[in-house]
C-alpha cells in the first residue's frame, strides 16, 4: 500500500510542480493562451518559465529549420502533420508533364508564431505548407519549357523560393531556400 501511495503523490507532486513551468528547448519558442486574456502577445524563447497552472497554457513550436521534403513514397495518411510530400505532377511551358522532387527548407518566424497560434493554429503544414506549395510550384513550372528547368535550375529555385515567400511571410512562415532534386517528364494521360 505504501508504493501505491507513494505513486499518487509523486503524480500529484508532478503534475501541480509541473504546473507552473513551462520547459522551452534549445531552437524553440513558446506562446501562451491565458483563460482570461487569450494568446498573450509575448512568446518565451529556451528555458524555464513560470505559468498558473490550470488557468495558462504554454505551446511550444519549433523555431529550428524544419525539412519539407517532396519525394516517392511519401505517406501523409497517418500523419498529416508529417514534413513532407509526394511528388509534385506539372505542366511545363512546352506542354511536358513532369513530376518534381526536392525540399523546401522553411521554419516559423519567431517574430510572428502568436498570430500563426492565433490564426492558422498547430496544424500549419497541412493547412497551409503542403497545399500552398504545391499550388505555387506547378505556377512556377507552368512559366517554363523542360529544357529551361535542366539548363537554369538555380532560377527556378530561387523564382519558387520567392513566390513562396509572398505567401508564406503574412502567415508566420519563413521560406530559407527551395532546392529541386530531379524533374523528370512523365507521361500525359
Not at 518565451?44 to 511550444?60: D, E, N, V
Not at 523528370?184 to 494521360?189: F, Y
Amino acid at each position: 500500500m505504501a508504493s501505491f501511495d507513494q505513486l499518487v503523490i509523486s503524480f500529484l507532486a508532478e503534475e501541480v510542480a509541473g504546473g507552473f513551468f513551462a520547459d522551452v528547448p534549445p531552437g524553440h519558442v513558446a506562446t501562451v493562451y491565458d483563460r482570461g486574456r487569450g494568446v498573450l502577445k509575448q512568446t518565451w524563447g529556451p528555458g524555464l518559465h513560470f505559468k498558473l497552472p490550470f488557468w495558462q497554457k504554454a505551446k511550444i513550436f519549433n523555431a529550428q529549420t524544419l525539412e519539407y521534403t517532396i519525394r516517392e513514397d511519401f505517406n501523409t495518411e497517418n500523419n498529416k502533420e508529417m514534413l513532407g510530400d509526394d511528388p509534385i505532377t506539372a505542366i511545363t511551358a512546352d506542354n511536358t508533364s513532369v513530376q518534381i522532387k526536392g525540399t523546401i527548407l522553411v521554419r516559423i518566424n519567431k517574430e510572428n508564431v502568436v498570430s500563426l497560434w492565433e490564426n492558422i493554429g498547430e496544424n500549419f503544414v497541412s493547412k497551409i505548407v503542403r497545399p500552398v506549395s504545391r499550388s505555387r510550384v506547378r505556377g512556377v513550372i507552368s512559366q517554363v519549357t523542360f529544357n529551361q528547368i535542366n539548363t537554369h535550375r538555380h532560377v527556378i529555385e530561387a523564382k519558387m523560393k520567392e513566390v513562396l515567400e509572398a505567401e508564406f511571410a503574412p502567415k508566420g512562415l519563413i521560406v530559407e531556400n527551395v532546392l529541386l532534386s530531379d524533374v523528370t517528364t512523365t507521361p500525359q494521360s
